[in-house]
Nanobody, 126 residues
Framework: QVQLVESGGGLVQPGGSLRLSCAASAITSDYYAVGWFRQAPGKAREGISC????????YYEDSVKGRFTISRDKSKNTVTLQMNSLKPEDTAVYYCAAQTVATIPCLFYEPDFGSWGQGTQVTVSS
């Protein structure tokens, strides 16, 4: 099991930036990647970015590619999502999740992600 806590959400104007952090603690099992998911009102949750724990490979969903950057600080067990050029359609609750199933990392298959944070709200509005 991995405990995850997100921080950094808030209200930002279109074109602005936010940085989300995901801190892992109480790590009692292996995990293979950390992903960021989001759920907009009335929509299904979707995976948007992920970083492999083994080699740091990164993955992005097309709608955020070129605007969002995922990174990690291994010494602090923290994964950060830097979000630039934010759009109103980025408004959602953002979750980080640890992939605890030993399979190909970062396929955004939710059952592979056994530990989830509580979520943080991101609102992009003028």
């Amino acid at each position: 099991q991995v405990q995850l806590v997100e921080s950094g959400g808030g209200l930002v104007q279109p074109g602005g930036s936010l940085r989300l952090s995901c801190a892992a603690s109480a790590i009692t099992s292996d995990y293979y990647a950390v992903g960021w998911f989001r759920q907009a009102p009335g929509k299904a949750r979707e995976g948007i970015s992920c970083i492999s724990r083994s080699d740091g490979s990164t993955y992005y969903e097309d709608s955020v590619k070129g605007r969002f950057t995922i990174s990690r600080d291994k010494s602090k067990n923290t994964v950060t999502l830097q979000m630039n050029s934010l759009k109103p359609e980025d408004t959602a609750v953002y979750y980080c999740a640890a992939q605890t199933v030993a399979t190909i990392p970062c396929l955004f298959y939710e059952p592979d992600f056994g530990s989830w944070g509580q979520g943080t709200q991101v609102t992009v509005s003028s």
